[in-house]
């Protein structure tokens, strides 16, 4: 294969395989920046804006967070930095980096839209913003008005308005039959009612208060009354009227009304009118109780409902029964059905009260006269403490004790069997390991690290692997630096002969094999080779026309009446679209008459028209398609009068981009894509330099790759520390080589010769 197809192959695998390490970290290897020009550099959560005016091109390393700072830090004499930000835009200022605006599509919203859905927020991300902001800064809220209703006329978003439910309330104030309604935009926040006034009530008057219209008041000419006088007699009712009392009010709002005592008579003494007294007809009855020779009497107004009998007061008792003794009358008595129970019971689940009343026990007595509750004994304990150690062995904790049935602890001594073991032993597993290229790697557990991430064919990953294996904690030989290994290659492009040419004349295509080789003798169709500008596998032959120089060209047949048009076929004659012979025009006459007369057009025919059609959709069409128009007097015409033309193919301006077709007037309808002409940057080939250029028809970037570029790192070393010892293309622009510094492998020399072997 040729040597500077080689070379360039393994240059670019050098510089995808770095770029991968760049990728991992999140970080752009390095920046190339020409003289007096400015780079926005974020990388490693760090963005300035760097600026070159040393008056040569300069490197910006990045590919580690302490090369990024050293460089900001202590910057070459002649370069620049300043924070990254964004320059103002529609309705946001200009903003600091991670600085957000929230800005709006327009300057106001009437519900139901409202500011927050036509807002944009806009975040400053490296120096330009996340999204294009809107046009402006604010946006004030609109709201509808609540349409009349009820007692309401048309009221603005917040408004109220007072209505009520009666114009005239009878037996109650307006404000008890009032509602207040509030419009929330164009909705009232509760039905209003039908009238907007409402009239009623009395001023204070004597006892009775300020009144509504139609309500009453009762009020008394005296504050009390002595029987047999009566506070009823006393009383006035006044009910209010339009604004008037019927009755004036009396001076009070109360009377208390006052009633006669009852003398003593009986076993009753004194009593107060509404009083009781209960007296006995004997103070001991003889075979019965006291309820049976009592009476109740009542002091009514001073007389007495009943004569009270001659004593006051009766006593009997009750004899023994059950675990209860003899007792007096009104003495009580606690007995139990049985004299012990189990807990969770309590004695009061099995106990009686018995009261004596009138010589009659309230409830028969049970037979145990007490009660004693038994319990049971437990052990109960603790959940287990924390381990004392994650792994290898360590021990945990708990507490035990001795419990009753009813959560009270005592002595061990009240449990039987033995206690239950305070301690064991717990995490007893081995210990994990760890590195950075095998991660956390269980005891017992292997892995394979390599102490180079790549190896040249035909070598193989396994002459740089290590193996290793986790003992309790400890590996048994330390772990290579890295998790991974890749082979690389080299490629070159195998070419095949040229076929014979598709056509004799006009243009044909004649084509070859093109394929990518490994340098182990496979095959590859993507991976670097994409990477790689293939030579071409096809190229044009015997362009030569077969037609006559005017072939396709406009033509016209014309007298003096005017002309009719059409094109050069490939033999020289002027043809319409059908390949009939275009025919100049003359006049011819309608028939019938509404379309006087027309000319001929280039096929022979009358362009008049006859009324039947006149008017009717109509079309031109040819083998591009059809263009549509309606029949007038001259034949199918436009909207201003003029001739429908056949569509025919043509190619759209200033661009050139698209193949379209012309319509009914001639003009061509196509339009170039919406990217041509944009800006565009192309870095095939080039370790991350690029150029720039702008999008062709096709969408691709019109530039090629720089041919010098520079690249500072190479086959993972250690990059060089001077700016003169920067790693650079020979001149010829095909060739690699590194700078040569000491503690570098060097594979190429800076005479761009090959050096077989690295020190």
């Known amino acids: 294969m040729p040597t500077k197809i080689a070379a360039i192959a393994k240059g670019l695998a050098l510089c995808l395989s770095l770029f991968a390490v760049a990728t991992a970290s999140d970080a752009a290897t390095s920046y190339s920046l020409n003289a007096g020009s400015a780079i926005s550099v974020n990388e490693i959560g760090t963005c300035y804006v760097i600026t070159n005016d040393t008056g040569s091109r300069i490197f910006i390393p990045t590919k580690t967070a302490e090369e990024w700072a050293s460089f900001y830090d202590h910057l070459p004499t002649g370069v620049t930095k300043s924070p990254c930000g964004c320059a103002a835009s529609g309705g946001c200022a200009a903003a600091a980096l991670g600085s957000t605006c929230t800005s709006y599509t327009a300057s106001s919203a009437t519900s139901p839209t409202t500011c927050a859905a036509i807002s944009v927020t806009a975040t400053c991300v490296g120096g330009a913003w996340s999204v294009?902001?809107?046009?402006?800064?604010?946006?004030?809220?609109?709201?509808?008005?609540?349409?009349?209703?009820?007692?309401?006329?048309?009221?603005?978003?917040?408004?109220?308005?007072?209505?009520?439910?009666?114009?005239?309330?009878?037996?109650?104030?307006?404000?008890?039959?009032?509602?207040?309604?509030?419009?929330?935009?164009?909705?009232?926040?509760?039905?209003?009612?039908?009238?907007?006034?409402?009239?009623?009530?009395?001023?204070?008057?004597?006892?009775?208060?300020?009144?509504?219209?139609?309500?009453?008041?009762?009020?008394?000419?005296?504050?009390?009354?002595?029987?047999?006088?009566?506070?009823?007699?006393?009383?006035?009712?006044?009910?209010?009227?339009?604004?008037?009392?019927?009755?004036?009010?009396?001076?009070?709002?109360?009377?208390?009304?006052?009633?006669?005592?009852?003398?003593?008579?009986?076993?009753?003494?004194?009593?107060?009118?509404?009083?009781?007294?209960?007296?006995?007809?004997?103070?001991?009855?003889?075979?019965?109780?006291?309820?049976?020779?009592?009476?109740?009497?009542?002091?009514?107004?001073?007389?007495?409902?009943?004569?009270?009998?001659?004593?006051?007061?009766?006593?009997?008792?009750?004899?023994?029964?059950?675990?209860?003794?003899?007792?007096?009358?009104?003495?009580?008595?606690?007995?139990?059905?049985s004299s012990s129970v189990s807990y969770p019971s309590s004695c009061s689940s099995v106990s009686r009260t018995s009261t004596c009343s009138n010589g009659s026990w309230s409830a028969s007595p049970y037979p145990n006269g007490s009660c004693s509750v038994g319990y049971d004994y437990y052990w109960n304990y603790d959940g287990w403490g924390s381990c004392s150690a994650s792994c290898g062995g360590g021990s945990q904790s708990r507490g035990v004790w001795c419990e009753r049935s009813d959560g009270i602890s005592v002595s061990d001594s009240y449990c039987g069997g033995g206690k239950p073991s305070t301690s064991q032993s717990c995490n007893t597993q081995g210990c994990s390991c760890y590195s950075s290229a095998c991660g956390t790697v269980s005891d017992g557990g292997s892995c394979t690290t390599y102490s180079s991430s790549y190896v040249y064919w035909p070598s193989s990953c396994s002459s740089v692997s290590r193996t290793s294996t986790c003992y309790n904690g400890s590996w048994g030989s330390t772990p290579y630096s890295n998790g991974s290994c890749w082979v690389a290659h080299s490629y070159s492009w195998e070419l095949g002969g040229w076929s014979s040419c598709s056509a004799s004349c006009g243009g044909g295509t004649q084509t070859r094999t093109v394929r990518c080789l490994r340098d182990d003798g496979v095959y590859e169709e993507g991976g670097i080779c994409t990477m790689m500008l293939p030579p071409a596998s096809s190229q044009a032959c015997n362009t030569q026309?077969?037609?006559?120089?005017?072939?396709?060209?406009?033509?016209?047949?014309?007298?003096?009446?005017?002309?009719?048009?059409?094109?050069?076929?490939?033999?020289?004659?002027?043809?319409?679209?059908?390949?009939?012979?275009?025919?100049?025009?003359?006049?011819?006459?309608?028939?019938?008459?509404?379309?006087?007369?027309?000319?001929?057009?280039?096929?022979?025919?009358?362009?008049?028209?006859?009324?039947?059609?006149y008017g009717q959709s109509c079309s031109v069409c040819n083998g591009a398609g059809c263009n549509y128009g309606t029949y007038g007097c001259t034949g199918c015409v436009n909207g201003d009068g003029s001739a429908v033309q056949a569509p025919y193919y043509c190619w759209s301006s200033p661009g050139g981009c698209i193949y379209g077709t012309t319509n009914a007037y001639g003009s061509c309808t196509a339009s170039d894509p919406s990217y041509y002409g944009q800006s565009c940057t192309s870095s095939a080939n080039n370790c991350g330099q690029t150029n720039s250029g702008t999008r062709n028809c096709a969408g691709t970037c019109s530039v090629s790759a720089p041919a010098n570029v520079a690249d500072r790192y190479v086959c993972g070393e250690p990059y060089c520390v001077n700016s003169d010892e920067v790693c650079s293309w020979c001149s010829d622009g095909y060739e690699w080589y590194e700078c040569n510094c000491s503690y570098e492998c060097v594979d190429w020399d800076q005479s761009c010769g090959y050096v077989s072997g690295c020190p």
């Open 132 to 337: 294009t902001p809107a046009a402006y800064g604010s946006c004030s809220q609109g709201y509808r008005s609540c349409a009349p209703s009820g007692g309401c006329g048309t009221t603005a978003h917040g408004g109220s308005c007072t209505t009520y439910s009666s114009n005239s309330p009878s037996g109650a104030s307006c404000s008890t039959v009032s509602r207040v309604s509030t419009c929330s935009d164009g909705t009232w926040s509760a039905s209003p009612y039908v009238y907007s006034s409402c009239t009623s009530g009395c001023s204070a008057s004597g006892a009775c208060s300020a009144a509504s219209n139609g309500a009453s008041c009762t009020s008394y000419t005296a504050s009390s009354a002595t029987s047999p006088a009566t506070c009823s007699g006393a009383s006035i009712s006044s009910t209010c009227s339009n604004g008037a009392w019927t009755v004036t009010p009396g001076a009070y709002s109360s009377c208390s009304q006052s009633y006669r005592s009852c003398s003593a008579s009986g076993g009753c003494g004194t009593t107060a009118h509404g009083g009781s007294c209960t007296t006995y007809s004997s103070t001991a009855p003889s075979g019965a109780s006291c309820s049976m020779v009592a009476r109740t009497s009542t002091c009514s107004d001073g007389t007495w409902s009943a004569s009270p009998y001659a004593y006051g007061s009766c006593s009997s008792g009750c004899s023994a029964s059950g675990a209860c003794s003899a007792a007096s009358n009104g003495a009580s008595c606690t007995s139990y059905s």
């Open 545 to 613: 026309s077969c037609c006559a120089a005017n072939y396709n060209q406009s033509c016209s047949a014309c007298t003096g009446m005017g002309c009719n048009y059409g094109t050069y076929n490939c033999g020289g004659s002027c043809v319409n679209p059908n390949g009939s012979a275009v025919q100049a025009p003359y006049t011819c006459w309608s028939s019938p008459g509404a379309c006087s007369f027309g000319l001929t057009d280039g096929y022979g025919n009358c362009s008049a028209q006859s009324p039947s059609n």
